[in-house]
């Protein structure tokens, strides 16, 4: 468990899965988590199932989904993840999505992931840390430079949402980087 002043990160539970549905079928969430892909929702009960029983197998050497909540009262409001953790290369793949819309812009997710940072520069002493967007998602934008990640790659017009053209954006994030801020 990782605690920050506004979230805690812990370890995903079964029962998250209900917080994962309603995510999944809310078009807002779909459109800025992941740019309306189709494979990210609508989804039903029973396919966030079948994923949940995988995530919650898996290995943290590799990768781990943490579920986010408030500090304040507990509530459950989003999700944070790494993948593809290789310690020989130093580096992994990072994501945050809160779900509830009242907390969006409040630096909740920000905090999230920060703590994913410190856990995995510290932990397990990686080299660098990246993640992706697209460009229509401007908070997301906002929040992954505040905390020191530089664009390191677009993908133009790699992202089609409600019949426009958006670009894939890719960040990342250097220990040096990191130890400068920490």
Same mark, same amino acid.
């Given at each position: 468990m990782f605690e920050g002043k506004l979230v805690r990160l812990r370890a995903l539970?079964? %029962?998250?899965?209900?917080?994962?549905?309603?995510?999944?079928?809310?078009?807002? @969430?779909?459109r800025l988590a992941a740019a309306g892909d189709p494979c990210f929702g609508p989804v039903t009960a029973q396919a966030v199932g079948l994923g949940f029983d995988t995530m919650l197998r898996l290995s943290p050497r590799e990768s781990a989904v943490f579920t986010v909540e408030d500090l304040?009262?507990?509530?459950?409001?989003g999700m944070a993840d790494y993948r593809d953790l290789d310690?020989?290369?130093?580096?992994?793949?990072l994501g945050v999505t809160v779900g509830e819309r %009242?907390?969006?812009?409040?630096?909740?997710?920000?905090?999230?992931?920060?703590? @994913?940072v410190d856990h995995l520069?510290?932990?397990?002493?990686?080299?660098?840390l990246e993640l992706d967007t697209w460009s229509g998602n401007e908070r997301a934008v906002r929040a992954?430079?505040?905390?020191?990640?530089?664009?390191?790659g677009r993908r133009r017009d790699a992202v089609l949402v409600a019949g426009e053209r958006y670009d894939r954006l890719l960040f990342g994030l250097l220990r040096k980087e990191?130890?400068?801020r920490a």
């Open positions: 539970r079964a %029962e998250d899965a209900e917080y994962h549905v309603r995510w999944r079928n809310d078009p807002e @969430v779909v304040t009262d507990g509530r459950v409001i310690p020989c290369g130093g580096s992994a793949t %009242e907390y969006w812009g409040r630096g909740h997710g920000s905090e999230a992931l920060a703590l @994913v520069f510290g932990a397990y002493g990686l080299h660098r992954f430079t505040r905390l020191g990640f530089q664009e390191e990191w130890a400068r």
